[in-house]
């Protein structure tokens, strides 16, 4: 075979580079037959396990059939526009999602997993290599397609069985074949330069960086997601876009100031979106991180640790206060098992990060290694990537972990150096008898790691705050604290608060528990909080104390006490309300309303 040369290389590239999925402008032109024998010869040099050559090529040019699988589609279609939270929903309804009719040839490439009988070099350890084999062949054909200047657009909006009923019916598909992919194929009027669903708005492309490990999982060049995230929060400058929205509130047609603390959201959004309108920021996603807690054995809670996986399964069949309030706004629910003591079964929404099952009792000994709990912090972290890259443009902090509140009280009492007595709150609603014992335990283990605040000088007639004004353990070494005394769950949301804020992208932070995690990533990442909006207040004490100590004011003060990121979830419809304002409401030049300032005697 002749060497390839740099013009060779070139050319690869451009048509990697160049090849799209295509579902708009496909054209009535006949394909030329040549062109798509070439195609198809393409196709059939691909790779395969042992040599097995799994694919077949039924091509179909009848408009009637093809009518017939677009209704089969549209039907996938409609079930899956109903599945999506109402934010998603809309997008959706925008999206173009296959061409069968429009495009003049449809190719179903099968795979058949029967070829060569058993020993089939590969595939007899590894079955699915044979539908891998044939995917590979599929790109063959889109790439082949693409540079005799072919559109292709792959359709899975199949049940799969039952297109290949109706195929083996129509045209005598055998049964035992599987469909591993229905394209769309034709001239088209032009090529994008990026995904379709990239200019959407419907998902972003991950970078390379992400997705590349060094030696290790997880080690990328830089360091891991959680550099990756510190270096970004450090740069994170927000000055134009702030300075573009105060400006822009001057002209609009609103008095000045009137809209109080949603203009200072609108603001934050537009130090964030580096402009002025911000987007909308929709859709948004609420992350519920899961764990358990080994302080759970001191009897801090009258509620049992398994209540933790019962309520993950309430999350994951919709069943929760959570699941009710995001479906009213609109937002999607995902569930991050970082730490739950049980071991969960796969299920939609579930994300498995499991980094322990449950920390250790802190009162004992450190609640996890320094190393979990940086390894839950990067799942947190990485979580956020993965949720922005699918185009959510606003995150909301969830948690679930009985117990949770002792270590976020726990947490909160070494940040903000108040004692333990005061941080602790009734969480879901202990006795007296119960509360003395937590706070109890929260004293011990904060004494035992170090973390106690100093106790107060004689004379001093706040008794409850701590008078040294050294920096103490926890702010030195905010990940020893999450490690000593701290959760699995608050250690992910801690990483998805650092997440979201290198990716620019709005965090709304629940109460407590988030509260407490915002405190370990805020001695991380001072400048992260740039991207946090303090949904509402709870009545935990400790979440007072923490959203002072960060400067972050609450939008809801609704007297809630539930958890889950059902505050923060109430709280996204102003923060999208911000941003639609600053787009939305007319300037006073615009609109040709007077300006008092510019018409003194236009009256107040
Ligand atoms: C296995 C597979 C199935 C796909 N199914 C669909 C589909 O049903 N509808 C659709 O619009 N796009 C479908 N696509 C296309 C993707 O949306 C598209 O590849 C992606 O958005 C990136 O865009 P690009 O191919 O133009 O780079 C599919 C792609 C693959 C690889």
């Known amino acids: ?136 062949a599929v790109q063959n054909l889109w790439l082949a397609a693409r540079a005799e200047g072919l559109g292709v657009g792959w359709v899975s909006f199949f049940r799969e069985r039952e297109m290949a009923a109706l195929l083996g019916e129509r045209v005598g598909l055998p049964q035992h074949l599987e469909i591993v992919a229905y394209l769309c194929v034709g001239h088209v009027t032009a090529f994008a ?108 809670t009258p509620w049992p640790q398994e209540v933790t996986h019962q309520m993950v399964a309430n999350f994951l069949a919709g069943g929760a206060a959570v699941n009710a309030f995001a479906t009213q706004v609109g937002a999607e629910v995902v569930v991050v098992d970082v730490g739950v003591a049980a071991s969960l079964d796969p299920a939609p929404g579930l994300l498995p990060r499991k980094i322990r099952p449950g920390t250790a009792d802190m009162t004992m000994g450190p609640a996890m290694t320094l190393a979990e709990a940086r390894a839950a912090v990067v799942a947190g972290v990485e979580v956020a990537r993965d949720l922005v890259a699918a185009g959510n443009r606003l995150l909301v902090t969830g948690d679930m972990g009985i117990a949770n509140t002792t270590a976020s009280a726990a947490l909160v009492s070494a940040f903000t150096g108040t004692s333990p007595e005061v941080v602790t709150g009734r969480g879901t609603g202990i006795d007296d008898a119960t509360l003395a014992r937590k706070a109890a335990v929260i004293r011990t283990a904060l004494s035992r790691h170090g973390l106690l605040p100093s106790p107060p000088r004689e004379g001093n007639p706040d008794a409850t705050r701590a008078l040294e004004s050294s920096p103490h353990a926890a702010a030195d070494d905010p990940l020893g604290a999450l490690a000593a005394v701290g959760g699995l769950e608050i250690a992910g949301i801690a990483g998805l608060l650092l997440g979201g804020a290198a990716l ?89 309303v007077a300006d008092k300032n510019t018409t003194p005697e236009a009256g107040s």
């Open 193 to 300: 330069d990026a995904p379709e669903l990239e200019s959407a708005g419907w998902a972003r492309r991950r970078p390379l960086e992400w997705a590349v490990h060094e030696g290790t999982w997880g080690t990328h060049v830089g360091g891991d997601a959680l550099d990756d995230a510190l270096a970004a929060c450090a740069s994170l400058d927000v000055a134009a876009g702030e300075a573009a929205a105060r400006e822009r509130l001057t002209r609009m047609t609103v008095p000045p100031g009137a809209l109080g603390q949603v203009a200072e959201v609108g603001v934050q959004l537009s130090g964030l979106a580096g402009d002025c309108p911000p987007p909308v920021p929709e859709p948004a996603v609420v992350a519920v991180f899961a764990g358990d807690h080994g302080v759970h054995a001191q009897g801090v």
């Open 504 to 592: 620019r992208t709005p965090v709304v932070v629940d109460g407590v528990v988030a509260g407490a995690a915002a405190l370990v990533a805020a001695a991380l990442a001072p400048n992260a909080s740039q991207a946090w909006i303090a949904g509402h207040r709870s009545v935990e004490p400790a979440h007072t104390l923490a959203l002072a100590h960060l400067g972050l004011e609450p939008l809801l003060d609704l007297g809630m006490r539930v958890g889950e990121g059902t505050g923060a979830l109430l709280a996204a419809p102003l923060v999208a309300a911000a941003a639609r304002a600053l787009a939305e409401v007319a300037t006073f030049d615009s609109a040709g």
């Open 1 to 136: 075979m002749s060497a390839l040369g740099p013009d060779d290389r070139e050319a690869l590239y451009r048509v990697l580079a160049a090849r799209r999925d295509v579902r708009t402008g496909f054209t009535d032109e006949p394909v030329d037959d040549a062109a798509l024998r070439r195609v198809l010869a393409a196709a059939h040099t691909a790779p395969s396990v042992g040599f097995s050559q799994p694919w077949d090529f039924l091509v179909l040019r009848d408009a009637g059939l093809r009518a017939e699988l677009a209704d089969l589609a549209a039907a996938q279609r409609t079930a899956f526009a109903a599945s999506l939270p109402a934010a998603r929903a809309r997008a959706f309804a925008g999206l173009k999602v296959e061409a069968i009719r429009e495009a003049p040839l449809g190719v179903v490439v099968t795979c058949d997993p029967t070829r060569g009988g058993r020993h089939v070099l590969g595939r007899a350890t590894q079955p699915r290599m044979a539908a891998h084999s044939v995917a590979g």
